[in-house]
């Protein structure tokens, strides 16, 4: 015991020491092991654990491992050879409800080279997933479907064997589970099989609800309507009640939305196809009036406040005020029934337009006429 973990201090220590030498030194390049020549697995993954636990010359011991295929699936092979204290596989060499989140010994070991997996070859990447399945790392064949961006009838059946509806969320968000023959597949597999949970918090459950609740988030609700009336077998009894009234709650959402949808958009085309005049809207009359009558000096334009102008050449424009300057209710309430409507002067104020019956700017015809009694005065 003491020379091996000096052995394997000693190995992980110095980067000059690559994978394929330790695997010679624990006899794992000899096809046929002898009693007085025994392949020791256990050293080997002992010094593999060690080495890729450890930022500092791992990118090394990665290379090499990547230059040399087959020691890289013996490599994989020998992390195997050590199972999880718990259980990951039934009579029938079937994954167990939620065993994918079983630790294993060589954990990070594993995790890494699975996650190195995608700058091999995809003969090495299937011969991994055969080693996985044989030997119940399902969280690995997760990752290396993952990886691959593959989905296959034989990943449906063990996502559905594996009980977990988390699996289905974390394959929703890398884009995986966007094609309806996906779902559909799925969906027939999930009624065929009949699952017994053991003991785990069933909030984490694969169900049928909620396949058809993701499928929902990540179809649509048309969409997975279609999905649900193609699938074999199908009933409404075996949908809870629960479900039909999420389906047809969204539905109505659905409904509504695109109704809404379609009455702005009907609104902006005829806006944008209507015949509008091409006369300057008030404001800007005013700011050309008075900018024509005065000699040209060369400055920088200040900004203009935007308020509310002529609706026949300009629309969605805010006032300067919130209230009338006349009767200080909200510009926008429609204060008379005989008058109604706003009036809005090149000036820019605006009133409601049964407050001004002489149609003038109150505020500045007051300002100008201040403006003449000091002019008087002086």
Request: a negative charge; hydrophobic letters at 35%.
């Amino acid at each position: 015991q003491e020379d091996v973990a000096m052995f394997l201090r000693l190995c992980s220590s110095s980067s000059s020491i690559l994978p394929w030498e330790v695997a010679v030194l624990c006899n794992l390049d000899n096809q046929e092991a002898t009693p007085t020549n025994q392949v020791d697995t256990k050293t080997y993954s002992g010094y593999l654990d060690a080495v890729l636990s450890v930022e500092n010359g791992r990118s090394l011991i990665e290379s090499s491992l990547l230059e040399n295929k087959e020691l890289f699936l013996i490599s994989v092979k020998v992390l195997l050879t050590t199972p999880p204290n718990d259980r990951v596989l039934n009579e029938r060499g079937r994954p167990l409800p939620h065993s994918h989140l079983v630790q294993w010994t060589y954990q990070t070991s594993l995790t890494r080279l699975t996650s190195l997996s995608v700058m091999t070859t995809d003969d090495i990447k299937e011969q991994m997933i055969d080693l996985f399945q044989k030997n119940g790392y399902w969280s690995g064949i997760l990752d290396l479907y993952i990886n691959m961006m593959k989905i296959t009838s034989d990943l449906l059946s063990i996502i559905t064997d594996l009980y977990n509806m988390e699996i289905i969320q974390r394959l929703s968000k890398n884009n995986l589970l966007t094609s309806p023959k996906v779902w559909n597949e799925l969906l027939e597999i999930l009624i065929s099989h009949d699952t017994q949970v053991l003991s785990h918090d069933t909030s984490h459950d694969l169900t049928l609800e909620g396949v058809v609740r993701e499928m929902v988030s990540v179809l649509g609700i048309e969409e997975t309507g279609n999905v649900l009336s193609q699938v074999k077998d199908v009933c409404g009894d075996i949908f809870p009640h629960t479900l039909h009234e999420f389906l047809v709650g969204v539905a109505t959402v659905h409904r509504e939305q695109r109704s809404t949808s379609h009455l702005l958009l009907e609104k902006l085309d005829r806006h944008l196809w209507s015949s509008r005049p091409i006369a300057l809207g008030p404001q800007l009359q005013a700011i050309y009036k008075s900018e024509s009558h005065t000699p040209y000096e060369h400055t920088t334009p200040t900004s203009i406040n935007t308020f509310i102008e002529d609706a026949g050449s300009h629309w969605g424009i805010r006032a300067n005020s919130e209230r009338c300057p006349v009767c200080g209710f909200p510009i926008l309430s429609n204060i008379s029934e005989k008058g109604s409507g706003l009036l809005a002067f090149h000036c820019g104020h605006v009133y409601h337009r049964t407050c001004v019956p002489e149609q003038a700017c109150l505020i500045c015809f007051v300002s100008k006429y201040f403006l003449y009694l000091n002019n008087v005065t002086k």
